[in-house]
């Protein structure tokens, strides 16, 4: 159970200046004994906070926290598709809301099933999921980490591309923002392209629960490098940026999240009318690796070199290789730019 004045402390420190112990104390009638538990509690998170004799406490550095008004002006008048919900802390989105897609599970968590639209954001998530079972490093305004909930009358099998689809919502927004360098990569990253190579920006990680022929439900989860400190970055075992690095005014959380939140609207509901197939084009255009060379690095070892010819419509790889044009699907393969 989080000390409950963990993260109200938190949201005092964001401001990134010293205060005292007394003087927090005193904002929330507790005594310093209990502020020292508080912060004490947030390192145990893996949250940096500096503590100085005579100074107090404070955070490397000012942070944006999540804002429930602030989130929903930022996605419009497409606001109403969303039902938010904000957390301080979670082990991860996609394991939280997939459990609150159904009944049984639901109640595990206390509440109601999760309605269609539903996004949960979490201001710090511990242990999240990447794509076969890699861990998503994040951290206290590193990264903005949510799950949003898209309940299809269709079945899972009528799903294939869903993954490239949402990654025409993420494109769509970067560039909104002004970012106007990203790019995606087979099958679920965003990438921005730098002089020294590409580096990746976000992932999208997809779980589907329901029948094959329908109805079906996809949690979808996304996870966007805002500004990472050192403490995270030494744990990434991959080339990669933040959206900082790229362009500090849209490493706003909120302004962010509602911007990709209302390009989902958008995008998923061309999807539900025409599949994958209304979106290639535009996907395609925005391939960090179109009609480039290619290295397929297979679950077992081998490698398959060729061209990228492409996408078909329902979401699978093209590539020509020796051997012929050859068709690779999500999950099965590592692709990789040779330089």
């Not at 290295?295 to 020796?322: F, Q, W």
Request: hydrophobic share 45%.
């Amino acid at each position: 159970m989080i000390n409950s004045l963990t993260f109200p402390i938190l949201r005092l420190l964001a401001d990134g200046r010293f205060h005292s112990g007394e003087a927090i104390a005193k904002h929330f009638d507790v005594t310093r004994t209990t502020v020292w538990s508080a912060i004490q509690e947030a390192q145990s998170l893996g949250v940096e906070v500096f503590s100085v004799r005579g100074r107090g406490y404070k955070l490397p550095d000012a942070i944006t926290m999540l804002n429930h008004e602030e989130i929903l002006n930022a996605i419009g008048q497409e606001r109403a598709w969303f039902k938010l919900e904000l957390h301080d802390t979670l082990e991860s989105t996609n394991t939280y809301l997939m459990k609150k897609t159904n009944a049984s599970q639901a109640q595990t968590l206390g509440g109601q099933v999760a309605a269609h639209a539903t996004c949960v954001v979490a201001a710090l998530q511990t242990s999240g999921k990447g794509r076969r079972g890699r861990a998503w490093q994040a951290g206290l305004g590193a990264s903005l980490t949510f799950s949003l909930l898209w309940r299809f009358q269709m079945g899972a099998s009528a799903l294939s591309g869903l993954s490239l689809a949402v990654g025409v919502a993420l494109i769509r927004a970067l560039q909104t923002l002004g970012v106007s360098t990203a790019k995606l990569k087979w099958p679920n990253d965003v990438l921005i392209e730098t002089p020294v190579g590409k580096q990746k920006l976000a992932g999208i990680l997809i779980e589907l629960q329901g029948d094959m022929d329908g109805p079906s439900a996809a949690v979808i989860g996304v996870g966007i490098n805002l500004r990472l400190p050192e403490s995270i970055a030494r744990n990434i075992d991959q080339p990669f940026t933040d959206i900082y690095s790229v362009k500090p005014d849209a490493a706003n959380p909120n302004l962010l999240l509602g911007i990709v939140l209302k390009h989902m609207a958008d995008v998923l509901s061309a999807f539900e009318q025409s599949g994958f197939e209304a979106l290639r084009e535009e996907w395609m255009q925005n391939h960090a690796y179109h009609q480039q060379a290619v290295r397929m690095v297979m679950p077992d070892g081998r490698e398959v070199l060729g061209e990228v010819v492409g996408v078909a419509s329902d979401g699978i790889l093209l590539v020509n290789t020796p051997q012929g044009e050859q068709r690779f699907s999500a999950g099965e393969i590592s692709l990789r730019g040779i330089t």
